[in-house]
């Protein structure tokens, strides 16, 4: 069962045209990555296989074939087109973990538009500033949202239809248009856009430390990445029952919860519902997970609640486990041995790179706390950060770096081609983490490079936060900083100055509070507010978030003289 074994051999004569060949990639002039998550797998002989096992919150379950999957979004498709939309038309999904959500992905990629996941818990300034900036022309939600998107629709001229696909008997409004997929017009052959590789396909904001949050923008051949990654990284087959927990609203839930999953013919299960540890333990057990991939809060969470929960259940089905989206710490690789009977296997990328570029592969020798080796393929190094050269000394902290040109590679921020070029240095890919390289070429993570804050896996951009608080009328400036936190590895921190004539106080910290709530999503929502006479600033009046995050972490502030004279 699984690739291992046969890893190490093939890693020796890897080349991405691997990828292509079992793909058949490109065959008879298709290269829209949707064919290859449905119709192929059926044409394969497939059809029957269920592609997806959803349960919602309350307990209720659907299951979806191959088929299902490939008719559903041809229909959604076809519905697209019969509204006028046009190829690389960006249509937005914002939706909770419904099959809809994961079946229009495909069928908005199959009459050529540019599909933009957005996280359905995202308040109404966060999804404003991502649509506004990718110019969207429909969005495809649920009453239980569309609220949200009614408050800014006058705001953003271009968004010309809303999707609602629970709607049933309610009234809408205006451009508000029902479409349920399971009573749609099925489509037994509908004609895919014939996309080139280079055609955009998904579109996936992510938060940098400043400006608002930019789109990074992917292509059809990133499947090439995303389909041998997903096999040999995660070591999907055809027999596994795989469980991604990652929401499709951020990149691991369409790269490795859509689109790698389904190229590959896996079943997948999903459970739309927040964390539980005996509902996560049960739906393992229930669907006899075989593989899983998670993130480490999730995990120091169920290592809160200790062996006793996983004893309750029987997690033999488990084959192989492997974490992404924050540092893993040693502890938990060590607590999954022990309880699980095998290592979590840590996994590291990026939004911008679209798969996995440094893992733990199965089979591979796990040395707890490392990210393991870059993927077959992948020339990964740390540079040093003033002439971004290579370190060649074992153990010396460098920027981690990548060599341009892996098929998943971002090809551009959307309309921001001058911050997508500032991301190269020395003909690499700067990631913007640093990270030591040991003696086996094992990368150690050690942080981010810059202000952003990771919590819980989920990249939060301090100038939304800071933005935000400003528009309160008590507030005169802010800084949004990570502090540490025992689950979330960090959570968000404000430090706010008063305008004159304001006094710090509990009523107007819950003032504040609930005045950006409506704003931000739960995510970014400051855990604790700090009132400050002044923000510590540079020469030229830039704040220096770094010297207050070093004060929350207990470390050295470090060298603060470029900081001064910025
Ligand atoms: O800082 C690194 C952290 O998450 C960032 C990428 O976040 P995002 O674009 O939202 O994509 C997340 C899922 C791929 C990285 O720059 N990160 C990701 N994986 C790891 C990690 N930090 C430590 N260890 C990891 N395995």
Partial sequence: MGNIGSYEEKYKNFEWQLSVKELEYGKDGMYNLAYYCSERICEKGMADKTALIWEGFQGNKKKYTYNDIRLYSNAIAQFLLDNGIKPEERICLFMDRIPELYISFLGVLKMGGIVQPLFSAFGEEALFTRLEDASTCAIFTTMKHIRKVRKILHKLPDLKYIFVVDAGNKKLEKFEISFNMEKAQLNEKFDIYKAGPEFPSVLHYTSGTTGKPKGAMHVHSSLIAQHITAKWALDLTTDDIYWCTADP???????????????????????????????????????????????????????????????????????????????????????????FKKPFHDSYWQTETGAIVITNFPGMTVKPGSMGTPFPGITAVVVDPKKFEPIETAGTVGLIALKPGWPSMFRTYWNNKKLYD??????????????????????????????????????????????????????????????????????????????????????????????????????????????????????SGKIMRRMLRAKEWGEEIGDTSTLEND
């Fill in 422 to 539: 500032e991301k190269f240095k020395n003909g690499w890919y700067i990631c913007g983490d640093r990270a030591s390289i040991d003696n086996e070429g094992y990368f150690w993570f050690m942080g981010r490079d810059d202000d952003v804050i990771n919590t819980a896996g989920h990249l939060v951009g301090p100038f939304e936060i800071e933005s935000a608080l400003l528009e309160h009328p008590a507030v005169a400036e802010s800084a949004a900083v990570g502090k540490p936190d025992p689950v979330n590895m960090e959570v968000v921190k404000a430090f706010i100055a008063l305008k004159p004539g304001h006094e710090p106080n509990a009523d107007l910290e819950l003032d504040i509070m609930n005045f950006i709530r409506k704003k931000l999503s739960p995510l970014a929502m400051p855990q604790a507010i700090e009132f400050v006479s002044s923000l510590p600033k540079t020469r």
């Fill in 249 to 339: 609203g951020w990149v691991t839930g369409t790269s490795y919860g859509i689109i790698g999953p389904w190229a590959s013919g896996v079943t997948q299960v999903v459970l739309d519902s927040g964390f539980n540890t005996d509902k996560w333990y049960s739906f393992i057990e229930r669907h006899k997970v075989t593989i899983w991939y998670t993130a480490p809060t999730a995990i120091r969470l169920l290592m809160k609640e200790g062996a006793g929960p996983v004893k309750a259940h029987d997690m033999s089905c488990l084959r192989h486990l492997i974490s992404v989206g924050e540092p893993l710490n040693a502890e938990a690789v060590i607590w999954s041995q022990e309880v």
